[in-house]
């Protein structure tokens, strides 16, 4: 699912969590606590639930969305992509973000490039038969 097609569809909605997390025998109250907006997608709601006996709320991003940045998944990927393959940050910041001043337009780049470079290390350290190989790209 893209983020269009779960913002279209409201995927909030169909956002199912069988038990609590914290208590996954039951017996806790734990329920449905409503959704929360994100900025990006515009529109976008995130499922939430609430454990009482926890006092902690449980949300659930979809597969499409990116957590802990606005957007979507496909979003960061672009942005990645078009890092690595520009003559630089600079250039990359000057066509994935024109709207805004350069330096900021560099920090948004750098840090979806770190992110993604970051998850990949580690990826390659939990998975080395697989990946040691490979290129982090
Ligand atoms: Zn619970």
Known sequence: MTGEQYVTEQGWLKASLTCCPLHPAGGCGFARHGSYPRKRPWGARIAR???????????????????RW???????????????????????ARVLRPE???????RWVRRRKNGVSDGLHRLRGLLPELLADCALT
Request: some cysteine.
């Open 49 to 67: 639930w609430y454990c009482p006996l926890g006092r902690r709320t449980f949300s659930l991003i979809p597969d499409c969305l990116a957590a």
């Open 70 to 92: 606005p957007g979507t998944l496909q979003g960061v990927e672009v942005a990645v992509m078009t890092a690595e393959t520009a003559p630089s940050l600079v250039a990359a």
């Open 100 to 106: 805004i001043e350069e330096a900021g337009a560099v």
